[in-house]
């Protein structure tokens, strides 16, 4: 167990920087998630961490030892890759024994390790088969098992359910979390799915395009984007334009088309003087319709039509028109919906504004 | 086929006459000659040899080819298919160019004044070894290298995360995994070469045969056609067996593949 540390780490391909002067802690014992989309350096980080590619600069530090020089195999770290990267020639007890040989764990002893690595991830017998004898999910498994049973100071795991169906995904997600908490193990978890990184993870951390978006538990990175692209890449968002009038030390006031003058104290506010023009974002499913004017809860509070309604089940998406802007409503069915063209009143609570960087 | 192995047992009464007849002096001469013995004998030699040489040869640019992250893989492949191209004639003759009296390498120590003489280089059993590598070396690079391509890239990092030096994890991962490749390969290039006859007729002296020569000989030169069919079938059955005894051991599917 230990914590890792990045210090100003960038690390290019020729002219692609697949991640910039990135400073980032994972406390020890804990469960991070590195969260964004495609292509924005989750893997390279993992990479890294695990030896596998140097930094162009920065340091990278194991518990409190600087690794940059230390060679893969000298790290002790478990990896989980997206595709498990089982050995197919390889019975299952090898592929788990694998690491215990290199560290010249006793035959006995290292039996008893399979034997529990097995019953960790709930599959125990299976160790004479083959990895292609196995489902996706126990293969999944497997490639765990293997990860943790050599005790590695760091796990890191690279969208180990992406190739699982939704309905084994959801169900790997809450053992995974479980064997996590059991090992007490430092996990970095790496997902673009940001229901997976939310439910999962004591941390954040949003990416985009090789930088640190934003860090923070999941209520946090959800309920206070601090940019745009955090807003929009958890959830469906609405991004108000608006212009502060006012500022005090609590929050600002803003003004808005739609919402009129109201009060925001999330966000990103250092700084903000009256004048300025700011985004306020709304999380789609906090945004209150009603058929009667809303009362005092509301901090922000304005009228539109109903424009588009999108059924989804357990939930509706409306589009609401206001003048010039459209918001995007996500509401439970409860009684009787709202129709096309009907009109609505709109209320937001003041916790549920936040505003973020233009 | 069959028409061959009847053919063994005519009888060749003189240059081009033969007379149709069921007896077994071809095939007797074949079994008690020492001559031809020691044929067979030098064949599977130098096959073992040409085949040891081209695996091990063979599989650094294979590796490397596949392994590589350059962006223009087929060019690469491209290279190694080209001289396909030419005749393999000619690319035998060229080393005549390369390592004879006048050729290139004598040209150069010459020149350098490293010895007076020209160093005698050619029509030795090793320029027949390297004449083979050169003609057969792409079909195994070829053959590793499709097998190669297969292994998934994550395992030798999987193995590295897990504790294996690099070479280590090569010897666990990635050679065991290309074995089927490896081995098919190897199958190509020593049936190739126990039956061909061009190359040490090109590039070996006078007393540098094979068993293909000896078919030359008697089919061409002395135009005992009975004799030449005993020794066809006598080849062909040798290697049959190896292929018989590789395919008992692997399976022919990585020769399909190899060839699709
Ligand atoms: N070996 C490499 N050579 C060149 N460019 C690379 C290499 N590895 C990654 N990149 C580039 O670095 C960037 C980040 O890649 P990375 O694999 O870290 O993305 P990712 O966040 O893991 O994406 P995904 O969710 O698709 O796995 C990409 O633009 C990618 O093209
Ligand atoms: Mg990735």
New interface residues.
């Given amino acids: 167990m230990a914590r890792v540390e990045l210090r100003g780490v960038t690390k290019a391909f020729g002219l692609v920087r697949a991640v910039q002067k990135a400073d980032i802690t994972f406390e020890e014992g804990s469960f991070t998630t590195l969260l964004g989309p495609s292509g924005c350096g989750k893997t390279t980080i993992l990479r890294m961490i695990?030896?596998?590619e140097s930094p162009t600069s920065g340091d990278i530090l194991i518990g409190d030892q600087r690794v940059n020089e230390i060679?893969?195999?000298k790290?002790n770290?478990?990896?989980v890759?997206q595709?498990y990267?089982l050995?197919?020639?390889k019975t299952i007890a090898e592929n788990i024994a694998?690491?215990l040989?290199?560290?010249s764990v006793e035959k006995s002893e290292m039996q008893e390790r399979v034997k529990n690595a097995l019953e960790v991830v709930r599959l125990p017998g299976v160790e004479d088969r083959y990895p292609a004898q196995l489902s996706g999910g126990q293969q999944q498994r497997i490639a765990l098992a293997?990860a943790i049973v050599?005790e590695p100071s760091v796990l890191l795991l690279d969208e180990p359910l992406s190739a699982l169906d939704a309905n084994l995904r959801e169900e790997m997600r809450v053992e995974l979390t479980a064997i996590q908490h059991r090992i007490g193990v430092t996990t970095i978890f790496v997902t673009h799915d940001q229901s997976e990184a939310l439910a999962m993870s004591d941390r954040i951390i949003v990416m985009s395009a090789g930088n640190v978006e934003q860090v923070g538990t999941p209520r946090e990175v959800y309920n206070a984007p601090r940019s745009e692209f955090v807003a929009n890449f958890l959830g469906a968002a609405n991004i108000l334009q608006g212009e502060v009038v006012d500022s005090g030390p609590d929050g600002v006031a803003v003004d808005n088309e739609v919402f009129g003058t109201f009060p925001v104290s999330n966000g990103d506010l250092d700084g903000l003087r009256p004048g300025d023009p700011v985004r306020v974002v709304m999380r789609a499913e906090k945004v209150k319709l009603s058929r009667a004017p809303h009362g005092d809860g509301m901090a922000a509070a304005g009228q539109g039509s109903v424009e588009a309604v999108d059924y989804q089940g357990q939930v509706v998406r409306y589009f609401i028109r206001s003048g010039e802007c459209q918001l995007q409503v996500i509401d439970m069915i409860e009684d009787r919906p709202f129709a096309v063209d009907e009109q609505v009143f709109v209320g937001v609570r003041g916790v549920d504004c936040s505003i973020v960087r233009s | 086929m069959s028409f061959i192995l009847v053919y063994s047992f005519y009888e060749n009464v003189d240059l081009a006459v033969d007379v149709a007849a069921f007896q077994f002096s071809n095939w007797r001469e074949l079994f008690t000659d020492d001559y031809y013995h020691y044929a067979i004998w030098k064949t599977l030699r130098m096959s073992i040899i040409v085949t040891a040489l081209a695996a091990v040869l063979g599989y650094i640019p294979a590796y490397f080819i596949a392994m590589t992250r350059f962006r223009h893989k087929w060019l690469l492949l491209l290279l190694l298919i080209l001289p396909f191209w030419v005749s393999f004639i000619i690319r035998t003759l060229s080393w005549i160019h390369i390592l004879g009296n006048q050729g290139a390498i004598n040209g150069v120590l010459q020149w350098l004044g490293i010895v007076e003489e020209p160093v005698a280089m050619m029509f030795t059993e090793l320029t027949v070894i390297i004449g083979f590598l050169h003609v057969f070396l792409p079909y195994m690079i070829l053959n590793i290298y499709v097998s190669l391509e297969g292994i998934?890239r994550?395992?030798e990092?999987?193995?590295?995360?897990?504790?294996?030096?690099p070479w280590?994890a090569f010897r666990?991962?990635t050679l065991?995994?290309s074995i089927p490749g490896l081995g098919a390969g190897c199958l190509l290039v020593f049936v190739l070469t126990a039956g061909s006859y061009v190359t040490p007729l090109i590039l070996g002296g006078p007393d540098d045969f094979l068993f293909g020569n000896l078919i030359y000989d008697a089919i061409i030169s002395e135009l005992n056609w009975p004799m030449g069919a005993t020794l066809s079938f006598a080849l062909l059955l040798l290697l049959g067996l190896v292929v018989v005894a590789y395919s008992r051991m692997m399976g022919l599917n990585q020769l399909y593949k190899a060839f699709s």
């Fill in positions: 695990s030896g596998l060679p893969i195999h790290r770290l478990g990896l890759f595709n990267a050995f197919p020639h694998f690491g040989k290199y560290r293997r050599i | 998934d994550n395992l990092p999987a193995a590295r995360t897990l504790g294996c030096t280590q666990e991962v065991p995994l």
